[in-house]
């Protein structure tokens, strides 16, 4: 989990309410990523950037939103409009190695989000 | 939508013995990769193959790519307890995004 950070680690919300959750890296990584994880399943991608103030939708972007105002932070909204929104949530970062021609994503430890 | 399908869902086996674990995808791929994840946790990489490699060691890992065959496998030799984990395939193209798969959990019994 080095280097990447998110907060917090559980999280509650009311049906009706958005809610935010934080993700920081200090790799000086270009792009960051946020993923959503329900049990037994993989990783589904909801958005990503690959530079500061811009962004691209994943395969599950309906429901959240994001901001890349600055390189070290992409955080994530949960809105209301998000029908079934518990779920395990996972933020990454990578740098393109052009040695190799790829990249690999290092992740945070994860937040898991309850709505009650 | 999820490209790599890992095979099979679970593997339970016994410290010491070896675990492989698969996986297929559908489209032409730059790289194949392959993560871990602790119960609760993030993933963690472990290692990563690209198209005109066909077999990479790392370690007790083995990963093979049979790019005619659009498939991997993840290979971990003498086991042990702390390799339980679910085990994730992710495929890269010319871009920074991955697609993964479902992943295989492997249970190592002491």
């Known amino acids: 989990d080095g280097g990447i950070t998110q907060s917090p680690k559980y999280l509650f919300r009311k049906e009706g309410q958005n809610v935010t959750l934080s993700c920081e890296q200090n790799?000086?990584?270009?792009?960051m990523y946020w993923y959503r994880q329900d049990p037994g399943q993989g990783l589904r991608l909801i958005y990503y950037?690959?530079?500061?103030?811009?962004?691209q939708k994943g395969d599950i972007a309906e429901g959240y939103s994001v901001s890349r105002e600055k390189k070290e932070s992409f955080p994530l909204t949960v809105t209301s409009a998000q029908k079934n929104p518990t779920a395990f949530y996972l933020c990454?970062?990578?740098?393109?190695?052009?040695?190799?021609?790829?990249?690999?994503?290092?992740f945070g430890p994860g937040t898991r989000l309850t709505v009650l | 939508s999820q490209q790599g399908e890992e095979d099979p869902q679970a593997l339970s086996i016994q410290e010491g013995e070896n675990a492989t674990m698969n996986c297929s995808y559908k489209?032409?791929?730059?790289?194949l990769q392959w993560y871990r994840q602790n119960s609760g946790r993030g993933l963690v990489h472990l290692i990563l193959?690209?198209?005109?490699?066909r077999e990479k060691h790392s370690g007790r890992l083995r990963v093979t790519l049979d790019t005619s065959k659009k498939s991997s496998s993840l290979l971990i030799t003498a086991s042990r307890a702390a390799d339980t984990a679910s085990y994730f395939c992710?495929?890269?193209?010319?871009?920074?995004?991955?697609?993964f798969g479902k992943g295989t959990l492997l249970t190592v019994n002491p």
């Open positions: 990454a970062s990578s740098t393109w190695d052009y040695v190799i021609d790829a990249d690999t994503q290092y």
């Open positions: 790799l000086n990584h270009d792009a």
């Open positions: 950037s690959q530079i500061v103030n811009d962004f």
């Open positions: 489209t032409s791929i730059n790289n």
């Open positions: 193959i690209r198209s005109n490699e």
């Open positions: 992710a495929t890269g193209g010319s871009n920074y995004k991955l697609t």
